[in-house]
């Protein structure tokens, strides 16, 4: 097993445009964790799935922000209409689910930095 | 909510001294974990070191180890015989126990550690 993926690593995009993340978690692992970092500060929630169902979203996602796990397994966070404010570092984690020895530990990815011209 | 508070924004330490890093945090929980995250320069954050409140005694991992004060909620980080790969962005983080219901980790501001040769 590799870790937590995430692709791409680095995106630049103008504004108004749409950008899409993927992360694909440990394979073992249900639960998968969006975060927000921006430059100095520490990871900020977004949302979380366990399994296929999105079981949080912060007041952070705004409606332009979008994030799916269709089969449990990989995820998408879509950004739509992007601002300058969304630039940032997109970081994605995973963990066990209830039950698992580890479910309080989360794996993170290397991240999606995202910058909007 | 619950929050997390790193007053120290950044430290420095020379090569082989011992630095503590301070944490504190507010919850109304009893049972929860606390966690102290390390983001080296442009790579993925790894888990340093975790502590279960419900033990009393204080987590230790090599190197690394917390003085965990429930009743001050007060989670200070110690890293002994620092070394040059030390240098990080160091992260406290709090999660609720699982089954106090879905949560998602929160984070502090971190605190910049740079090791000295």
């Known amino acids: 097993d590799t870790g937590v993926s995430q692709d791409p690593r680095h995106k630049i995009t103008k504004r108004g445009q749409n950008v899409t993340f993927r992360c694909d978690p440990i394979?073992?692992?249900?639960?998968l964790y969006w975060y927000r970092q921006t430059l100095g500060q520490g990871p900020e929630f977004l949302t979380y799935?366990?399994?296929?169902?999105?079981?949080?979203k912060s007041r952070l996602l705004s409606d332009r922000f979008s994030a799916e796990r269709p089969k449990g397994s990989f995820s998408t966070l879509e950004i739509q209409r992007t601002e300058q404010g969304d630039s940032a570092m997109y970081l994605c984690?995973?963990?066990?689910?209830?039950?698992?020895?580890?479910?309080?530990?989360?794996?993170f990815g290397a991240g999606s930095r995202l910058t909007v011209l | 909510a619950q929050t997390v508070t790193q007053s120290q924004p950044e430290m420095s330490v020379q090569e082989a001294e011992t630095v503590t890093l301070s944490c504190t945090y507010d919850?109304?929980?009893?049972?929860?974990?606390l966690f102290w995250y390390k983001q080296p320069p442009s790579r993925q954050m790894i888990l340093v070191i975790r502590?279960?409140?419900?033990?009393?005694q204080n987590a230790t991992e090599n190197r690394f180890s917390v003085n965990f004060q429930k009743a001050a909620k007060s989670f200070s980080l110690k890293i002994s015989d620092s070394q040059l790969g030390d240098t990080a962005m160091y992260f406290c983080?709090?999660?609720?126990?699982?089954?106090?219901?879905?949560?998602?980790?929160?984070f502090g501001k971190g605190t910049r550690l740079s090791v000295i040769a």
């Open positions: 984690a995973s963990s066990l689910g209830l039950g698992g020895s580890g479910a309080n530990v989360l794996t």
């Open positions: 394979s073992e692992h249900n639960r």
């Open positions: 799935f366990q399994n296929e169902a999105q079981l949080e």
């Open positions: 919850t109304s929980e009893n049972n929860y974990y």
């Open positions: 502590q279960e409140a419900y033990k009393q």
């Open positions: 983080a709090f999660m609720k126990h699982v089954y106090s219901g879905n949560t998602p980790l929160v």
